[in-house]
């Protein structure tokens, strides 16, 4: 993937937590379950075992990390 901002080739990693990786409005900290939260984007649901994991492409140059949730959250996918 290039990077939207510099136009070189971003590196594929992974963001990964001992949680739930999710994504919700506003720039309050909150606890708790992103469900309990309309409108968040859950990238990726708790394993109890293996933690959360969501690819994400990253660019150095630019600091810039970008996750695309529209995939499947299967990593090997
Ligand atoms: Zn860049």
Not at 29 to 53: C, H, M, N, P, Q
Request: with cysteine.
């Amino acid at each position: 993937m290039k990077c939207p901002y510099c136009n070189k080739e971003m590196e594929l990693g992974i963001i990964q937590s001992a949680r739930e990786i999710a994504w919700k409005e506003g720039l309050e900290r909150t606890k708790g379950r992103a469900a309990a939260y309309e409108g968040s984007v859950v990238l990726s649901g708790l394993d109890f075992f293996a933690g959360s994991a969501v690819k994400a492409s990253n660019c150095r140059e630019c600091k810039k990390i970008i996750i695309s949730y529209s995939s499947s959250p299967d990593l090997n996918k």
